[in-house]
């Protein structure tokens, strides 16, 4: 007899994760049912791998400061966007399910507005995810799956940019989809600060983004 225990029965602490091997489609799908949609939790799946992990009480300021900062960039390039935070992206047919910590849709915004569900066989991918890494590194395999064409990943107060080249993920000094500006060093000056106040970071990186659009023209 094969023992079966609800998914819901199992506690993961802060900072911690749990994996599941050899799960097939189906047991996804009905995994994702039983999580439901309002938890903490977030979930990575590809080539029959399930990870689910348990964010830290930081990783929610990390998240929303660097998301913060990357409007203030899409306002003052005066670029349309939409943010679906951490919906469940997947894919049937290449068997690959994500739930970013934050993503944005920048080229592809149009397509997807007003949609209440999104499926990656149909739907496209999102621009832009982005992943907080403070206790161990995120599961880039159903990224590359699902296409995703670049992600951002705190690390260590740094921000690092990885670019879909050929199917896998590589670390790149730019943004492809800011190539003019040093991405990397403009969001780290200010996460290698975690004592700023978030309405001040917004206003500081404003003021860098400027000055670099200045040098540009």
């Known amino acids: 007899?094969?023992?079966?225990?609800?998914?819901?029965?199992?506690?993961?602490?802060?900072?911690?994760?749990?994996?599941?091997?050899?799960?097939?489609?189906?047991?996804?799908?009905?995994?994702?049912?039983?999580?439901?949609?309002?938890?903490?939790t977030r979930i990575a799946?590809?080539?029959?791998?399930?990870?689910?992990?348990?964010p830290l009480p930081e990783h929610e300021r990390l998240k929303v400061l660097i998301s913060n900062l990357l409007v203030v960039l899409l306002e003052e390039l005066d670029l349309p966007w939409e943010s679906l935070?951490?919906?469940?992206?997947?894919?049937?047919?290449?068997k690959a399910g994500i739930e970013p910590d934050d993503c944005f849709y920048i080229k592809n915004c149009q397509a997807i507005v007003g949609k209440k569900r999104?499926?990656?066989a149909?739907?496209?991918?999102?621009?832009?995810?982005?992943?907080?890494?403070?206790?161990?590194?995120?599961?880039?395999?159903?990224?590359e799956s699902l296409g995703v064409p670049?992600?951002?990943?705190?690390?260590?107060?740094?921000?690092?940019v990885f670019v879909l080249t050929d199917g896998q993920y590589i670390e790149s000094a730019t943004s492809s989809l800011?190539?003019?500006?040093?991405?990397?060093?403009?969001?780290t000056q200010i996460?290698?600060?975690?004592?700023?106040?978030?309405?001040?970071?917004?206003?500081?990186?404003r003021q860098w983004v400027r000055r670099n659009l200045a040098t540009e023209a």
């Open 150 to 160: 670049e992600i951002w990943r705190y690390q260590q107060s740094k921000l690092a």
């Open 118 to 120: 999104l499926d990656l």
């Open 191 to 205: 996460l290698e600060r975690p004592e700023i106040l978030m309405s001040e970071a917004r206003k500081e990186f």
């Open 1 to 40: 007899m094969v023992a079966s225990i609800s998914l819901n029965r199992i506690k993961i602490s802060p900072g911690q994760r749990i994996h599941l091997h050899d799960v097939s489609w189906a047991e996804f799908e009905q995994i994702l049912l039983e999580l439901g949609e309002k938890r903490v």
């Open 122 to 143: 149909i739907d496209p991918p999102l621009d832009l995810a982005i992943e907080i890494d403070l206790t161990s590194p995120t599961q880039l395999s159903a990224y």
């Open 85 to 94: 935070g951490s919906t469940t992206f997947k894919n049937s047919q290449m």
């Open 45 to 54: 799946y590809a080539a029959g791998e399930l990870e689910i992990r348990m």
């Open 178 to 187: 800011f190539p003019s500006l040093p991405i990397n060093e403009g969001f």
